[in-house]
């Protein structure tokens, strides 16, 4: 029996390599995205391996709680957390609707669909779960020089940094690995989708990312950054929150009396 993996934004970008890289590891997939045409054409291009394509919406109640339903009912290996949406913009200017979308997709979702696969990976003792978020995570104490403005979108991908660290410890010793995924600016369709020409830009390509991504399962990595070549970058930054974390007193601290 193949190994089996769910990868949601499966259409396009990330989503697509890593689809593409399950497909030539043998895995069996279910692919989720929102156009069906391109989920038809992955399919038809792969007829070596069962591929299911799901039409879904995730920035939807309905499109969360179909893929969800998958999750908790298929044996999955791998659940790939990849579907994205940006809105880059200030708070300010970001409509209801926008704003709505944006936490829909890349907190709700990942959060109702990893807790919808963790049980039964648990049972099994096996799995691993991927969350895509990005660098922007880490970029909160950026000054007003940093463009684009982009809190609420900063603000979910840092969810899903201490989603997936909190979760890792979680679930110690049962075998299933957590890891959420940090790429910089990738070569995809993503910010053509926002009005954003970065053809100028240098890239990392989306396979790039995949394989920093299956490398970081294998280093026992829990964030995996592809373009960060000093990873000492990144446990200081998680030494400094432990620090504050554990440098809370029950008194109030002398510069505030």
Do not use: W
Not at 6 to 13: E, F, I, K, P, Q
Not at 90 to 107: D, N
Request: with cysteine; proline share 4%; aromatic share 4%.
């Amino acid at each position: 029996m193949n190994q089996l993996a769910l990868v949601t934004g499966a259409t396009s970008g990330i989503g697509r390599a890593f689809a593409e890289r399950l497909a030539a590891d043998g895995y069996d997939l279910i692919v989720t995205g929102r156009r069906e045409d391109r989920l038809a054409e992955f399919a038809a291009a792969h007829p070596d391996i069962d591929v299911r394509t799901v039409a879904a919406d995730l920035a939807t109640d309905d499109g969360v709680g179909t893929v969800a339903a998958l999750c908790a009912a298929e044996p999955l290996t791998m659940l790939v957390n990849n579907a994205g949406v940006a809105h880059y913009m200030p708070l300010a200017q970001l409509s209801a609707g926008k704003a709505h979308e944006l936490v829909h997709v890349k907190v709700a979702a990942p959060t109702m669909l990893t807790r919808a696969a963790v049980a039964g990976m648990q049972d099994r003792g096996v799995g691993k779960i991927v969350t895509v978020a990005g660098m922007i995570a880490f970029s909160g104490p950026a000054d007003s020089s940093v463009l684009p403005r982009r809190a609420v979108y900063a603000g979910s991908l840092a969810y899903l940094v201490a989603l997936s660290q909190t979760l890792h410890a979680e679930l110690a010793g049962t075998g299933v690995q957590v890891q959420v995924l940090c790429p910089g600016v990738v070569a995809t369709e993503f910010h053509e989708r926002q009005g954003l020409d970065l053809s100028a830009v240098p890239r990392m390509s989306a396979a790039d990312v995949v394989t920093a991504s299956l490398r970081g399962f294998e280093l026992g990595e829990v964030v995996t950054a592809p373009g960060v070549e000093d990873a000492g970058l990144l446990d200081a930054v998680f030494r400094a929150d432990l620090a504050a974390f554990g440098g809370q007193r029950p008194e109030l601290a002398s510069r505030y009396r």
